[in-house]
């Protein structure tokens, strides 16, 4: 069946441009989830969504991200004002509950 | 919180050769250790995991071994093949996701 789908696959934007990260989860997915990769580092843990849980935001760097999940199924990272140290590959994951992680392809943003 | 640390940050192999990567963990409590592959261009993919009341654990030419006194896990690949060429992760968690803390990665290279 379908995978985690994230769009853009590659994102390019100006230093103090805003952007928004797309993520559509396995259908039925109840968790989501989103990581921050940066260049030979490992998965940096950003947000968490659970059902219609308050969203586990403990991973988020500065008050310039955010993230909402719409409808329980897909959800959108928001990157203000964005800055160079923000370039990475944003990845998305989905999960039952607890059982493995599911990840999508990520996005590839660069912040000129 | 959770630190995990893995070793090497590459390794390069003949092909047909094993390839082990080692990681550690601080948190006596975490019970659960995947290990991913991501292939250049992916998101990152399950491929074996442990739960802390196992020692080892096989699935054809990968394996993994636990040591919870020492703390620490391996990923072992026996007769290595090209198509093994990826960066693998590890990762650690106290059986929740939202917990899940992955070691830096260890890009491996079989070469033919």
């Known amino acids: 069946g379908a995978g985690v789908s994230q769009s853009p696959s590659n994102k390019v934007t100006e230093k103090g441009k805003d952007v928004e990260l797309r993520c559509d989860p396995i259908s039925g997915h109840t968790a989501l989830y989103w990581y921050r990769q940066s260049l030979g580092q490992g998965l940096e843990f950003l947000i968490y969504f659970q059902g219609n849980s308050a969203p586990d935001k403990s991973g988020l760097p500065s008050d310039r991200f955010s993230a909402e999940r719409t409808g329980g199924s897909v959800s959108t990272l928001t990157i203000q004002r964005t800055q160079q140290e923000d370039s990475a590959v944003y990845l998305c994951?989905?999960?039952?509950?607890?059982?493995?992680?599911?990840f999508g392809n990520g996005t590839r943003l660069t912040v000129t | 919180g959770e630190n995990v640390e893995q070793h090497p940050s590459t390794l390069s192999v003949q092909e047909g050769d094993s390839a082990v990567i080692k990681c550690t963990y601080s948190?006596?409590?975490?019970?659960?250790f995947p290990w991913y592959k991501q292939e250049l261009g992916k998101g990152p993919q399950l491929i074996i995991d442990i739960r802390s009341n196992v020692g080892e654990k096989k699935d054809q030419r990968i394996a993994v071994t636990l040591n919870k006194t020492a703390k620490h896990f391996s990923l072992h690949i026996t007769e290595t093949q090209p198509e093994d060429s990826a960066v693998y992760f590890c990762a650690a968690s106290k059986g929740y996701n939202n917990d899940m803390r992955f070691g830096a990665g260890t890009r491996l290279t079989v070469k033919p």
């Open positions: 948190d006596s409590a975490s019970n659960y």
């Open positions: 994951a989905s999960s039952l509950d607890d059982s493995p992680l599911h």
